[in-house]
């Protein structure tokens, strides 16, 4: 492959004041944004099939660096010919750094400035993960966007703290940059940091403009601060970000996050959300959360959301969800995984016909509306 075909490349489509559709272009396919990427963290979506996920739309899936080094390792998936081969998902694969987990080992876990020394979740061995060795792992999973090295900064935390973190992420940042080379066809994303501190999210943006990325995440939201602290902190974040590049929300989230986030000009998004909430009983409907383990459903034969095309609503009750559940059947993850990503792939489709049609006011008010109603129970 040569040429354009093998170049890493963004274009916008259309905007809705500050909301843009468009494209993300790689050597393994187009990513249309806004894009959802579900979450493989082990190099596999739980419950489901990889041919199953491309069916609900998913254009790109998410990786994890950190899961991935501890088992099977990265150089074993290289030796087996690369992450994509790996878990057969031929689509583009975005990996996180492992900063995100690192950060939660918390007393398992040794912060310097070259990196973190930690021991395993999984069989108490150490391991130090620096800037350099997270691109290398990256390298030998073969991902096409690669996420640089950072602190994810905690929540709450002072301006000084929070200061601290950011410019330690901004040192990684560059050292991730000169550690990735020149990779024609894959990217790299500087993450922004700076908690909720504007005057720091704007340090962080200039120091990642100065260094240069393929795209750009805006990190360290959804760790705690709640939505109107995150949508506070999107009002400015995103602009102090390149326009003519993607930007990636880091672990986002509710259906009505990603509305408003989408709303104030962020382009790509992830969460454990959809397949978590599909292995605990709960389905995301056009009329909110439905919690299948609740007994009016037992005798309910109304699919679960009559709208949606999805294989668990075109082809199962209610009834059969709920029995399923209570009785602990793996089918039960398969087909609510199944239908929550699909949901949120029609949300995302829906998303960017508004921006093109420029009627994304009117999309997010019946989409608040509908919410608002309810799920409601049969007469």
Known sequence: MDGAQNRFSFAIHAT????????????????????FMPVGTAATVKAMLPGNVRQTGADILLGNTYHLMLRPGAQRIADLGGLHRFMNWNRPILTDSGGFQVMSLADLRKLTEEGVAFRSHVDGSKHMLTPESSMEIQRLLGSDIVMAFDECTPYPATEEVAAESMRLSMRWAKRSKAAFGERPGHALFGIQQGSVFRDLRAESAEKLREIGFDGYAIGGLAVGEGQEAMFFVLDYAPAMLPDDRPRYLMGVGKPSDIVGAVARGVDMFDCVLPSRSGRTAQAFTRRGVVNLRNARHAADPRP??????????????RAYL??????QEIIASMLLTWHNLHYYQELMS??????????LDTFRSRFEADQALGDVEPV
């Open 16 to 35: 809705d004041g500050p909301a843009r559709t468009g494209a993300i272009s790689t050597p393994r396919g187009e990513i249309r944004t806004p894009a």
């Open 304 to 317: 679960l959301d009559a709208d949606c095309t999805c294989p668990c609503c075109t082809g199962y009750s």
């Open 322 to 327: 709920h029995h399923v559940v209570k009785a």
């Open 350 to 359: 829906g998303l960017r016909e508004a921006i093109s049609r420029k009627s």
